[in-house]
């Protein structure tokens, strides 16, 4: 059964970084798209970045471009979500998701048959 763990949530001021770790077990790790998303109360929940794990390629929103990188880390079967320079409304509660590969839609939700139960990141003016 493939299984999602997120980490690395947390609080901190306007400016700050955080990183966020996705673990995954159950199924082949280098045959997979890893994405990560958030959603803000009373938002509907929206693509933040992904990766295919074996080719490196990566996909990332237009809202965190130049602030958010996503990364493989294959020795150790994770997905790594750095953000810097956080703002506001970046805050919502972060999840990554799993399927068998990645599509031109890979920043949508649909796309994504496993989830994370997600990590809370808040940002405080």
């Known amino acids: 059964q493939v299984q999602l763990a997120e980490s690395g949530g947390g609080s901190v001021e306007t400016g700050g970084s955080l990183r966020l770790s996705c673990g995954a077990t159950g199924y082949r790790f280098g045959t997979t798209c890893i994405g990560w998303f958030r959603q803000a109360l009373g938002k509907e929940r929206e693509g933040v970045a992904a990766?295919?794990?074996?080719?490196?390629?990566?996909w990332t929103a237009d809202s965190v471009k130049g602030r958010f990188t996503i990364a493989r880390d294959t020795a150790n079967h994770t997905v790594n979500l750095q953000m810097n320079n956080l703002k506001p409304e970046d805050t919502a509660m972060y999840y990554c998701?799993?399927?068998?590969?990645?599509?031109?839609?890979?920043?949508?939700?649909?796309?994504?048959?496993?989830w994370g139960q997600g990590t809370q990141v808040t940002v405080s003016s």
């Open positions: 990766i295919r794990v074996a080719g490196g390629n990566t």
């Open positions: 998701a799993a399927d068998s590969e990645c599509t031109i839609m890979t920043l949508l939700p649909a796309s994504y048959k496993y």
